[in-house]
T-cell receptor
Framework: DAMVIQNPRYQVTQFGKPVTLSCSQTLNHNVMYWYQQKSSQAPKLLFHYYDKDFNNEADTPDNFQSRRPNTSFCFLDIRSPGLGDAAMYLC????????????????FGPGTRLTVL | AQTVTQSQPEMSVQEAETVTLSCTYDTSESDYYLFWYKQPPSRQMILVIRQEAYKQQNATENRFSVNFQKAAKSFSLKISDSQLGDAAMYFCAYRRGNTGTASKLTFGTGTRLQVTL
């Protein structure tokens, strides 16, 4: 089945130690998103890629970076995790067509729960 | 800026009964999409139902239906014949339409639904 996969499902890191979260998709969608979801809160968009074009949200801290080496994969890098970065990180994908076709529904992965010690 | 409000942090329903989750939103746009997403405990977020703002007819997906009141900016979700598997956090979300670029979802704070025997 076509899907959005996130690895690992649980990640523990130390304060200040860089960490990378991974997302892959078999949907062949051209847009990939990263959301941060803290406990009992709504998901908050960090950034997204439209093909190779990176789009950062204005309030996303510089500590968060992303890479998309190809259509299928997207990575979230946290350069120096703080205690406040402990959260669930959700990857989502959607398909944006050409010629003004509207962006399609977003499909979410299962998330990676990040713990910072 | 668009905002989405879910005024019910928690709801409870008995199995086989009907429950309605409330959502209101604020926007100055005329073209947009509204969504209900379901996030079961420790499982991924999945789309329950979507509504295009230009459609007057309320969307329906099996036991799930919405009451879309565009003038009142209200978008409630009705779950009929509730099942134990419906227990989850439900998020209402908004997305601008008619855009040539990928646009983000704005989520409400969620309603946690409990289903009792």
């Amino acid at each position: 089945d076509a899907m959005v996969i996130q690895n690992p499902r649980y990640q523990v890191t130390q304060f200040g130690k860089p960490v990378t979260l991974s997302c892959s998709q078999t949907l062949n969608h051209n847009v990939m998103y990263w959301y941060q979801q803290k406990s009992s809160q709504a998901p908050k968009l960090l950034f997204h890629y439209y093909d190779k074009d990176f789009n950062n949200e204005a309030d996303t801290p510089d500590n968060f970076q992303s890479r998309r080496p190809n259509t299928s994969f997207c990575f979230l890098d946290i350069r120096s995790p703080g205690l406040g970065d402990a959260a669930m990180y959700l990857c989502a994908t959607s398909r944006l067509g050409t010629s003004g076709v509207k962006a399609d529904t977003q499909y979410f992965g299962p998330g990676t729960r990040l713990t910072v010690l | 800026a668009q905002t989405v409000t879910q005024s019910q942090p928690e709801m409870s329903v008995q199995e086989a009964e009907t429950v309605t989750l409330s959502c209101t939103y604020d926007t100055s746009e005329s073209d947009y999409y509204l969504f209900w997403y379901k996030q079961p405990p420790s499982r991924q977020m999945i789309l329950v139902i979507r509504q295009e703002a230009y459609k007057q007819q309320n969307a329906t997906e099996n036991r799930f239906s919405v009451n879309f009141q565009k003038a009142a900016k209200s978008f409630s979700l009705k779950i009929s014949d509730s099942q134990l598997g419906d227990a989850a956090m439900y998020f209402c979300a908004y997305r601008r339409g008619n855009t040539g670029t990928a646009s983000k979802l704005t989520f409400g704070t969620g309603t946690r639904l409990q289903v009792t025997l």
